[in-house]
């Protein structure tokens, strides 16, 4: 067990028999009264994002998730397929647990989080390459100030890209917010 003022953003801890990852962490201590700690954290089983209150001398369990690669194979209703690399074993993660998982294009390597055998999380990178697959032709002049429009991307999410984006052209998308960051 561990106090909760040891918690950190990244840290897993289960409680109630339930998974959860810090988000992010703040302590607060007020005049004359306890500290408190409070944490946004995320539910690893289910992908609900909750806020948790404690009092500064409670405690947790944590525990440690183990990182195994895997590739990415398709998607199947509501259910992404994976592919372990040491043993080729195809296995299904539930796709509401799996933030991140629009930004998984097919025979991609990613980094998979378990807890004792149970496949719990992705692990992406910050950053993403993708083609645009659809998007308005620019109009000249509309340049000034910062004018963003619609695109779809290959693998069917919608973003806002600058002007002098064109169907083909690759694009670098932010994985954390899916925001356009700049042309590949």
């Given at each position: 067990m561990i106090p909760v003022t040891d918690l950190r953003t990244g840290v897993t801890f289960e409680e109630d028999g339930q998974i959860f990852q810090v988000i992010s962490y703040e302590h607060i201590k007020m005049g004359r009264g306890s500290a408190n700690v409070k944490a946004k954290v995320k539910n690893l089983r289910s992908g609900a994002t909750t806020e948790k209150s404690y009092i500064s001398n409670a405690h947790v369990r944590p525990i440690h998730l183990e990182k195994k690669d895997a590739q990415f194979l398709y998607k199947s209703g509501d259910e992404a397929c994976f592919?372990?690399?040491?043993?080729?074993?195809?296995?299904?993660?539930?796709?509401?647990?799996?933030?991140?998982?629009?930004?998984?294009?097919?025979?991609?390597?990613?980094?998979?989080q378990y807890y004792k055998d149970e496949p719990l999380a992705l692990l992406?990178?910050?950053?993403?390459?993708?083609?645009?697959?659809?998007?308005?032709?620019?109009?000249?002049?509309?340049?000034a100030t910062n004018v963003y429009k619609d695109?779809?991307?290959?693998?069917?999410?919608?973003?806002?890209?600058?002007l002098f984006i064109q169907i083909g052209d690759k694009i670098v998308v932010d994985t954390r917010d899916g925001s356009y960051t700049k042309r590949a």
């Amino acid at each position: 067990m561990i106090p909760v003022t040891d918690l950190r953003t990244g840290v897993t801890f289960e409680e109630d028999g339930q998974i959860f990852q810090v988000i992010s962490y703040e302590h607060i201590k007020m005049g004359r009264g306890s500290a408190n700690v409070k944490a946004k954290v995320k539910n690893l089983r289910s992908g609900a994002t909750t806020e948790k209150s404690y009092i500064s001398n409670a405690h947790v369990r944590p525990i440690h998730l183990e990182k195994k690669d895997a590739q990415f194979l398709y998607k199947s209703g509501d259910e992404a397929c994976f592919m372990d690399l040491l043993t080729f074993e195809q296995y299904s993660i539930p796709l509401r647990s799996l933030s991140g998982y629009e930004f998984l294009k097919e025979g991609e390597v990613v980094g998979v989080q378990y807890y004792k055998d149970e496949p719990l999380a992705l692990l992406l990178s910050p950053k993403v390459t993708l083609e645009v697959f659809d998007t308005d032709p620019g109009i000249k002049g509309n340049s000034a100030t910062n004018v963003y429009k619609d695109a779809v991307l290959e693998n069917g999410i919608h973003v806002k890209v600058p002007l002098f984006i064109q169907i083909g052209d690759k694009i670098v998308v932010d994985t954390r917010d899916g925001s356009y960051t700049k042309r590949a």
